[in-house]
């Protein structure tokens, strides 16, 4: 068997970095690591952190194609973020002018989870827990 350590990060391409880097470090609350403008492809990468671990890392390009998140494709879903209370973070969403799903239930584990989207239509999720 592979001798896989964890999970080290996700990258996202952003088509508005500054909106980008706004919804997930001034509403989300992640944590800036690093932050690198790379000349010779005119690419931001930000390096983001949730708890002082590395999670998330947040390229902007020139013109990136749309993801079609709707109807769901085949690949990567969705990022969920674990949350201790999914009807505060709904509360935090909303004073920042983001909107949530309705609150769901999951049936396998009774925890409660809702979805929204960041600037470019990324489904993202909170999952209580």
Not at 48 to 53: D, P, R, V
Not at 103 to 116: A, C, I, N, P, W
Request: aromatic share 10%; glycine share 6%; with cysteine.
């Amino acid at each position: 068997m592979l001798p896989l350590l964890g999970l080290h990060h996700v990258a996202v391409i952003c088509s508005d970095y500054a909106a980008s880097k706004r919804f997930y470090t001034e509403i989300l609350g992640l944590e800036i690591v690093a932050e690198t403008y790379r000349a010779a492809r005119d690419s931001h990468k930000l390096d983001l952190a949730i708890g002082g671990q590395y999670v998330l890392e947040l390229f902007s390009f020139p013109a990136p194609p749309p993801r079609p998140s709707y109807p769901e494709a085949a690949g990567l879903r969705h990022l969920a973020f674990a949350v201790p209370d999914v009807a505060a973070a709904i509360r935090h969403l909303a004073a920042h002018g983001v909107p949530c799903e309705p609150v769901r239930v999951d049936e396998l584990t009774g925890r409660r989870f809702t979805f929204f989207s960041d600037p470019d239509g990324l489904p993202l999720e909170f999952y209580e827990g």
